[in-house]
């Protein structure tokens, strides 16, 4: 092989191995200008393998009764301690992990699918569609959530999907709020009325033309809801109200705030798994929100 050929080679495979060089060299930047964004996602993937890995990770059944002594405190066989009935409060917060992260998840998907829908022909059509909109959207704003919560629950029953439906319905009212105002910067824009002047239906506009654009804002939303939604689960089944069966944090918080004399550890690790939880999703959330925004992808 000649040199001259050779040397086009060798800067053929360098023309292809640039733009994955270039796409690592992007990624260390975003993670070096978002430590904490990356924190939170560290956060967010550590607890999604304890709740889909809950069987191998725990050491115990979360009900069993007697895995360990009564109010145990954090020992190398029970690391998060037991509670009143010697179960493992470890294995307890590994398998809450499930319903916490299962409810707040598809509660946000439904809530923020619905209410982008619901916003974008607010704000497309506008005029008594967005009047009605905007005022029903107002009226439940005013409604405060968590007595919203508790009267849905008690209308449709405890089950997990009365919780989805229930915390997805107040997901909804951010996210049309939002996502309109986002559609009525972008329904004038040149290409929409391109769209029109060549005949494009109403649906196709929406949903290939201006779904597309404001699509980041939505993920932008429901990342930073994420960590709403599991509060919002975590309060119903502290009050009482979550699943009977299934064990959550908010419940063994509620059950450790009821026993007398207080044992610090058994409230401390479900309360501190929750407290990491919301962190984790809005830390995560303004990360993304910072690298998903127009203005600033030109630093990045």
Do not use: C
């Amino acid at each position: 092989m000649s040199t001259a050929r050779a040397a086009g080679v060798i800067a053929a495979e360098l023309e292809l191995l640039a733009p994955r060089t270039d796409r690592w060299r992007r990624l260390g930047m975003v993670i070096r200008d978002n430590p904490f964004g990356v924190f939170g996602l560290v956060l967010i993937l550590v607890l999604a393998v304890f709740a889909i890995f809950a069987p191998a990770i725990a050491p115990f059944s979360p009900s069993e009764i007697g895995a360990g002594p009564d109010l145990a405190d954090p020992s190398p066989a029970h690391p998060f301690g037991a509670d009143d009935l010697g179960r493992d409060m470890f294995s307890r917060v590994v398998f809450g992990a499930r319903i916490s992260l299962t409810v707040g998840f598809l509660s946000v998907i439904v809530g923020t699918l619905v209410g982008s829908l619901i916003g974008m022909v607010s704000g497309y059509f506008g005029g008594a569609v967005d009047n009605f909109v905007q005022r029903w959207v107002d009226t439940s704003i005013a409604f405060p959530p968590l007595l919203g919560l508790l009267l849905l629950r008690q209308v449709m029953g405890p089950s997990i999907e009365t919780l989805i439906i229930a915390i997805g319905f107040f997901v909804l009212f951010p996210v049309i709020r939002i996502v309109r105002g986002a559609v009525l910067s972008e329904k004038n824009n040149q290409y929409v009325e391109a769209a029109r002047a060549l005949g494009a239906s109403t649906s196709r506009i929406l949903f290939l033309h201006i779904a597309p654009n404001v699509a980041a804002l939505a993920i932008i939303i429901s990342t930073t809801l994420l960590g709403t939604a599991v509060l919002a689960e975590a309060s119903l089944s502290f009050l009482g109200l979550g699943l009977p069966s299934a064990v959550s944090w908010g419940g063994d918080v509620n059950a450790a705030r009821n026993h007398f004399p207080p044992d610090l550890w058994w409230a401390f690790f479900p309360g501190a798994a929750i407290t990491l939880t919301v962190l984790g999703f809005n830390l995560f959330g303004d990360a993304l929100r910072d690298i998903l925004d127009p203005r600033l992808r030109g630093r990045l």
